[in-house]
């Protein structure tokens, strides 16, 4: 069973021991995937660990004395996403002065607790300074692993999904990452996220995915297919190392043209996507030219969603209107 969101991701940790005797279980325990799930538990991790984490702390006091600690620009981003996330659409909401401090810190209010919202330094940069270590793991020990940089996301400023991804070489995200998903004896498919800082060189741990995320299908294009990998190990396979074979990227279509269009640039992103093209070493996200029934499907989600998603964003954040536009959709 390989659950494809966070929310199924806690109803299959929290149910595991029940669960397990019936299927076979790709995700971990809640003692497990909880410092993935609860990005408190994550920073705290990292920080025991002695990985670089963003500035954070927590949303539960007055917000008046929250505000005279801050320095601007600032993000509030939910500890817990699905508590948040589906409600919304939206993963954080900026925030540039104290104003907008404390009209975001009410809005995420009305979803949350204040001890699940998380006032965050904003890190500066774009995709050239977001990657990502994704590996499948046995009892904490990575078997196969892979380091990405998310070139590209979309909505461009606090993205729902990536929509260009390459394959890469970081040995500090590697390094960082692996030391993190040992530490909690990790089992399964995972994604670390870290973004480099340019004001200190650090690169910090961002996010983890206990659970294949959008864009995992680049590790077939690289050689190595994590999700028949974890499947061969949840079916009794003996799992081996698997060094990643080629360089890769990895494209969803739609929204990618999307992002392009807003960069500031969109030369050099052009660029770096037809040298994928022609070295013949792109992943398509939907489309295949013997199965386009899934990007027909998406291009309909998009044209006849989007307007009803953007309203869902709008509404509870009157006043948060960056970057909506059309397409939207959940991945």
């Keep these: 069973m390989f659950p494809v969101t966070d929310y199924f991701v806690d109803l299959l940790a929290h149910h595991h021991e029940s669960l397990s005797s019936i299927y076979k279980l790709t995700t971990p325990p809640i003692e497990v995937t909880r410092f993935a ?26 917000p008046d004395e929250i505000e005279k600690s801050l320095q601007y620009p600032v993000i509030l981003k939910p500890a817990i996403n699905h508590h948040f996330f589906p409600h919304t659409n939206l993963k954080a909401l900026p925030a540039s002065n104290a104003s907008e401090f404390q009209q975001r810190y009410a809005q995420m209010r009305k979803y949350l607790p204040p001890e699940e919202i998380l006032i965050q330094e904003r890190i500066p940069g774009d995709g050239e300074n977001q990657f990502s270590l994704c590996a499948v793991c ?25 929509s260009f991804v390459e394959t890469t070489r970081q040995a500090v995200v590697e390094r960082e990452g692996r030391r993190f998903l040992e530490s909690i004896e990790f089992d399964g498919m995972v994604e670390v996220e870290f973004k480099f800082d340019p004001r200190d060189g650090r690169y ?31 079916v009794g396979g003996a799992p081996r190392s698997v060094p990643m074979q080629h360089e890769a990227a990895w494209l969803r279509e739609i929204t990618d043209f999307l992002a392009i269009a807003k960069s ?67 991945s």
């Design 37 to 62: 799930l609860d990005k408190r538990l994550t920073y705290r991790r990292a920080q025991e660990l002695g990985i670089a984490t963003p500035w954070t702390r927590l949303g539960d006091g007055p």
């Design 138 to 162: 046995e009892k904490g020990r990575p078997y196969a692993t892979l380091v990405a940089q998310r070139r590209r996301q979309y909505p461009v400023e606090f993205g729902n999904a990536s």
């Design 204 to 234: 910090k741990i961002l996010d983890v995915n206990a659970r294949p995320w959008g864009w995992h299908t680049l590790t077939r294009g690289a050689g190595a297919d994590f999700a028949y990998l974890l499947w061969q190990q949840k």
């Design 264 to 330: 500031p640039r969109r030369g050099a992103e052009i660029r770096a996507l037809l040298k994928a093209v022609r070295e013949r070493r792109l992943t398509l996200a939907t489309f295949d030219l013997w199965d386009p029934i899934p990007f027909f499907a998406e291009l309909g989600l998009w044209a006849f969603q989007g307007p009803a998603r953007r309203r869902k964003a709008r509404a509870p954040l009157a006043g948060y209107v960056d970057d909506l536009a059309p397409g939207r959709i959940v």
